[in-house]
């Protein structure tokens, strides 16, 4: 009975390891389409800037509503696009939905509003890129670069090769602002900071998740806010949830704070009605 059950489990392993690579072919494939058909949508989320209380910034966050399926998360289908090669072009329409937004809201509102947009490794080091496309876009649409900038990961400039070294200049110099995203949970290896000029970090979730109860995340939080700001370098807490986290990173000096506990990520329209009214 064993052996026979044994042999179960097996079949019913195999069988779901089919199905989770049945499943992933089929949402590359969609994914091809899912551009044409616009089945993308951008979220955004309000960043607060502390010392004015404000919206000063906002995180574009990519949706898929598959027919099928409904909403699908980027954890699940960006991972895919990488895999495929079709995040470049994936990435391409996330830029020109953000700078289209961005666009809009500053000829409404004049705060100077900043949208960050995500861009992942595998798209940043590919030759399709085309930097020169996105600015000549900014350009045609009449949007100030700085409207913009971009969320990298640490791991991008470990072991950065010349070709990822010289687009970081470009979108520099071009005007658009560079952050490093999910900062302290990947290699820790500080030096890449000197090397690179970078605006923002920002302290992955993880670290302000337990700010109130974990001592020493608050001393690690601390300690990035101090080097930072020594470096020259603003810095933003992800994942804020609660009012003492906000408290916290006050007393610390972080500059900025994004997440649930100001807003989750909303569809334009609403991120629109969220910017007129006052924040807590
Ligand atoms: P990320 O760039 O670190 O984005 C922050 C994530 O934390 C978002 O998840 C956001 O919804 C979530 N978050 C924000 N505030 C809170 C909070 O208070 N508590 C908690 N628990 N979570 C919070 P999301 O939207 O599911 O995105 C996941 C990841 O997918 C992103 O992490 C980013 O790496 C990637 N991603 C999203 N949009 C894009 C995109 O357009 N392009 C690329 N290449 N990657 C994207
Ligand atoms: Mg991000
Ligand atoms: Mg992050
Ligand atoms: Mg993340």
């Known amino acids: 009975a064993a052996k026979t059950s044994g042999r179960n489990r097996l079949a019913y392993f195999t069988q779901s390891l089919h199905d989770e690579a049945q499943n992933r072919l089929k949402l590359m494939h969609d994914m091809h389409f899912a551009v044409e058909n616009r089945q993308f949508e951008l979220h955004f989320q309000p960043i607060i800037d502390f010392a004015s209380g404000h919206v000063s910034k ?108 010289e687009k970081l200049l470009r979108f520099r110099d071009a005007g658009i602002q560079v952050a490093i995203d999910d900062f302290g949970v990947g290699y820790s290896a500080l030096s890449y900071l000197k090397r690179f000029d970078i605006d923002y970090l920002k302290i992955d979730q993880s670290f302000i998740q337990n700010l109130e109860t974990n001592q020493n995340d608050l001393v690690l ?56 009214k006052p924040v807590a």
């Open 58 to 165: 906002a995180e574009a966050l990519i949706r898929w509503n598959h027919p099928e399926r409904g909403m699908i998360s980027p954890a699940e289908f960006i991972p895919l696009a990488e895999e495929s090669g079709l995040i470049v072009k994936i990435g391409d329409w996330v830029f020109r939905e953000a700078a289209a937004q961005a666009k809009r809201w500053c000829e409404l509102y004049d705060i100077g509003l900043q949208i960050s947009v995500n861009v992942s490794p595998v798209q940043f080091q590919s030759d399709a890129l085309s930097i020169e496309d996105w600015l000549h876009h900014l350009n045609e649409i009449g949007l100030d670069a700085n409207h913009l900038s971009i969320e990298i990961t640490e791991g991008l400039l470990l072991n950065a090769s010349d070709d990822v070294k």
């Open 221 to 276: 939080s601390e300690a990035i806010v101090m080097m930072a700001h020594r470096l020259g370098l603003n810095v933003i807490a992800e994942g804020v949830e609660t009012q003492a986290q906000r408290h916290l990173l006050l007393e610390i000096g972080c500059d900025h704070g994004q997440g649930y506990f100001f807003s989750r990520p909303l569809p334009a329209a609403a991120f629109e009605e969220f910017l007129v």
